[in-house]
């Protein structure tokens, strides 16, 4: 038997602050996965229609390094968020009296 058999108040993810503790997780991981496609869409460019178009590995490493500040500050922002939404989820469960 399940605990959401027993607690007619629904499970504790059911607390606001544990939903906006999910909403905040999954805003996290966007801003970690914004962040990871800021450098990607950096270093690889536009479509290359002709081999001869292509960047030379000067140009690639000079666009991902510009590119890798606000990649940093979308991660650790990312990470952040995640931790905080892990945080409320948890304080979300120890309102309600669980683990």
Same mark, same amino acid.
């Given at each position: ?30 801003? @970690?996965?914004?962040?990871? #496609? ?9 479509? @290359? ?22 990649? #940093? ?9 995640? @931790? ?16």
């Amino acid at each position: 038997m399940s605990n959401e058999a027993r607690d007619p108040a629904g499970p504790p993810s059911a607390t606001p602050r544990a939903r906006w503790g999910w909403a905040v997780t999954g805003v996290g991981f966007a801003v @970690i996965l914004w962040g990871v #496609l800021h450098l990607t869409s950096a270093t690889v460019g536009g479509r @290359i229609h002709e081999f001869k178009e292509r960047r030379t590995y000067g140009e690639v490493k000079l666009a991902a390094h510009r590119a890798f500040p606000v990649t #940093l500050l979308l991660g650790f922002t990312g990470l952040a968020l995640v @931790i905080l939404g892990g945080r409320l989820r948890a304080a979300g469960r120890a309102d309600r009296g669980g683990a």
